[in-house]
């Protein structure tokens, strides 16, 4: 696509719009490299693995978002019976097949979640025409039409479509996981982590990252969710725990140079939220917008890092191997996932 042809004429400052090519949908996930997949199976020592995810049905009650519920599960039916315990004979004479086929309506961020490119983008003069409207990572927006993947010549019409969580199922996301136990030196109490509190704690611990790594943090916040059995105190549930400083423009630039490819962590948001927006135009979740709009950065929220944490601190390490698909679900922004790390 020449210059003329691109879907914006400028990009924000500090975004890597075009770096991985005009019609980008991937972001940093392309760091993702067979050579990084290789390094992350390096870091496989005892082929041990810890289940990352909470039970979709946490943390139960909507007190951490009133727009997200839990999952509706119920049976399917056949004709007008459930078809629960379903004895076959009653379609078909001598069946000895008892059936369970169940639905579920899930609210696909309600826990441990991906966002995709498409959950956050801001309002952003793209076009240079002294107009701000709704834009995502690389440009694209509502409306815009694309080739669909893979050369089919169908059209996808929104930036929902282009960037949805499918674009990232596709690709794969499994690379090397890199731990930072926020706990271990915060506790439980509130604290906005910024970028000096972050280095100090990787340099006591002795963790690094690489370009391509996805970066995970432990704040102990999920061990509280499951502690609170699905009934969350909703006088605490937004003021306990570590989160980062959303706000710390050093800090945002370190993820930036950092090179690494995704950013999870165990809380609700990973950014410190609610927080004080300052007076004049800017994002009320600014790790969001630099993350997802400007760097195509997928996050990962509410995961569970509890016993990886403390198996990782007990045996002196810090890098694993993680497998962590989305749903492979076109045009959603958003995906439960089931992560599996591996040591």
Known sequence: MAPTERRWKRRPAGSNWGDFGDDDQLGRLNLITPARRRAAAAEV?????????????????????????????????????????FAVENEVPGATDVMNDDMATIWLQYSTQWDSLAHAGSSFDANADGRPEPVFYNGFRGGVEIPKPQGSGESLASATRALGIDVIARHGVQGRGVLVDLRAHCADEREIVGHDRLQAIMRDDGVTVQAGDILCLHTGFAQRLLDWNRDP?????????????????????????????????????????????????CAVLPLHEHCLFKLGLPLGEIWYLSELAQWLRDNARSRFMLTAPPLRLPGAVGSPVTPIATV
Not at 62 to 76: C, D, G, Y
């Open 233 to 281: 105190d909703p006088s605490q549930i937004h003021t306990i725990c570590a989160a980062l400083d959303g706000r710390d423009e050093r800090l945002l630039q370190w993820i930036s140079d950092s090179g690494i490819a995704a950013l999870v962590a165990d809380n609700y948001a990973i950014e410190a939220y609610p927080n004080d927006k300052p007076p004049g135009r």
């Open 45 to 85: 020592v005892e082929g041990r693995s810890f289940c990352l995810s909470l039970p979709l049905d946490y943390p139960g009650g909507s007190a951490l978002n009133p727009r997200r519920q839990a999952p509706n599960l119920r049976p399917t039916t056949r004709g007008e019976l459930p078809n629960w315990m």
